[in-house]
């Protein structure tokens, strides 16, 4: 069955630095997001993508967020410079249309910023 | 702004009973669509059920349920014969449908429900 791969499961980096986290939609789909879960609390959208543009953003994802689907098959969140507060796990989803239908998310990244 | 609450931080169940998770949400929308997603232990969120708000007849998916209530803004899911499996974080999600009819998947997620089921 196909599935939304995310790279790496665990990532810690000190504060400050520049993260990229990855992901791999699935194949045949055309709409991108990244999540993101601070401990204990609720999912929260970060941004879509589609046609190689953001089509939507929360508040959230200030300039210190980016991302960018560089070969067509990767789909990739970079966080800038890190702060403690962007501790979290990243969820990346995919679907083949505007999300009406099933948006299929990957396994999570957990990020940790010391 | 739409919102959507959680009441049951944590639930559990005996294995091969009935359990019912709440939600309720918040929207002047008119049409959207409601989804119950599960995250087990692995972390991987899982679609369980979606509903369309337009659509009157509540769905069903195996041993999964929803009650709809439109006026009322709750969105229930109901899970028969309980399996160990099922133990997992629940998520209520709200999203809006734009104008034109498609969506850019915006999910609204409440604070989730830690299920357990027990043997």
């Known amino acids: 069955e196909p599935e939304v791969t995310q790279t790496p499961s665990h990532q810690v980096t000190q504060m400050g630095q520049e993260v990229i986290l990855r992901c791999v939609p699935i194949s045949n789909h055309l709409y991108f997001y990244w999540y993101r879960q601070i401990l204990g609390q609720k999912v929260e959208f970060l941004v879509s993508f589609y046609n190689n543009e953001i089509s939507e953003k929360s508040e959230i994802f200030d300039d210190q967020f980016s991302v960018e689907r560089p070969d067509g098959s990767n789909f990739t969140l970079k966080i800038r410079s890190t702060k403690l507060e962007d501790s979290a796990m990243y969820f990346c989803?995919?679907?083949?249309?505007?999300?009406?239908?099933?948006?299929?998310f990957g396994q999570g990244t957990r990020l940790t910023v010391v | 702004a739409q919102t959507v609450t959680q009441s049951q931080p944590e639930m559990s169940v005996q294995e091969a009973e009935t359990v019912t998770l709440s939600c309720t949400y918040d929207t002047s929308e008119s049409n959207y669509y409601l989804f119950w997603y599960k995250q087990p232990p692995s972390r991987q969120m899982i679609l369980v059920i979606r509903?369309?708000?337009?659509?009157?007849q509540n769905a069903t998916e195996n041993r999964f349920s929803v009650n709809f209530q439109k006026a009322a803004k709750s969105f229930s899911l109901k899970i028969s014969d309980s399996q160990l499996g099922d133990t997992a974080m629940y998520f209520c999600a709200f999203m809006k449908v734009m104008n034109y009819g498609g969506s850019q998947g915006n999910l609204i997620f409440g604070k989730g429900t830690k299920l357990s089921v027990k043997p």
């Open positions: 989803a995919s679907s083949v249309k505007g999300a009406i239908t099933e948006a299929f």
């Open positions: 509903q369309e708000a337009y659509k009157q």
